[in-house]
C-alpha cells in the first residue's frame, strides 16, 4: 500500500480499535476544552432558532464518532484488492475529517473564534462529502453509516454560522 497521510492499517483493520478511535480523540478534547466552561459560554451566547441543550451534544457525538468509526472499520475491511486506490483516498480523507473534527471545538470555545471555526465546519462538510463519494463507490454500508454525521454537520453549520451572527463573531467577552 503506498504512503498515505492515514490513521495506521491496524487501527482500521479492528472494529474496536476503529470504533475507540473518533470517540475517545472527540472526548478527550471534549474534556480539554470542556473543563474552561463552555456550557456557561454557550448559555451566554445569543440563540438561533432550533438550538439544542447542551447535554444533548455529547450523547449526539458520542453516537455519531461511534457510527463513523464503525463505519471506516467497514470500508477498510470489505474492500476488494481492485480499489486499493479508493480505499487509501478514504483512509485520508477520514484520517483529515476527523482531525478537522477534532479543531472545531477548540477554535469555537477555546479561542473563542466562531469565524475560524465556520472555515473548518465547512472545510470538513466537504471532506466528508467527498469521503462519502469514495465509499459510494466502495462500501455502500459505510456511506449510509455516515449520512447521520453529514447530516448533524449540516445542523451544526447552520448553528456556528448563527451564533457567529447572532453574536457578533464574539464568544465569552464583549467587543471592544
Known amino acids: 500500500m503506498p504512503w498515505s497521510l492515514a490513521i495506521p492499517q491496524p487501527v482500521f483493520a479492528s472494529p474496536i480499535l476503529s470504533v475507540g478511535l473518533p470517540i475517545t480523540t472527540g472526548s478527550l478534547v471534549g474534556y480539554l476544552v470542556n473543563r474552561r466552561g463552555t456550557k456557561d459560554k ?21 453516537t455519531l464518532y461511534g457510527m463513523m468509526g464503525y463505519a471506516a472499520h467497514h470500508a477498510f475491511t470489505t474492500a476488494s484488492p481492485a480499489v486499493d486506490d479508493l480505499t487509501t ?3 485520508t480523507l477520514y484520517t483529515t ?3 478537522l473534527n477534532n479543531i472545531w471545538m477548540p477554535l469555537f470555545f477555546g479561542m473563542r473564534r466562531p469565524a475560524l471555526a465556520l472555515a473548518d465546519i465547512l472545510l470538513l462538510g ?7 463519494g469514495v ?6 454500508t459505510a456511506f449510509w453509516l455516515m449520512a447521520p454525521y453529514a447530516a448533524w454537520l449540516g445542523y451544526a453549520t447552520y448553528l456556528n454560522a448563527s451564533l457567529g451572527v447572532l453574536n457578533d463573531w464574539t464568544i465569552g467577552k464583549k467587543k471592544e
Open 89 to 91: 483516498t478514504g483512509q
Open 126 to 132: 466537504g471532506n466528508v462529502a467527498a469521503l462519502m
Open 97 to 99: 475529517q476527523l482531525v
Open 135 to 140: 465509499w459510494w463507490k466502495t462500501d455502500k
Open 42 to 62: 454557550y448559555y451566554a451566547l445569543r440563540q438561533p432558532p432550533l438550538y439544542p441543550p447542551p447535554w444533548l451534544f455529547a450523547p449526539v457525538w458520542t
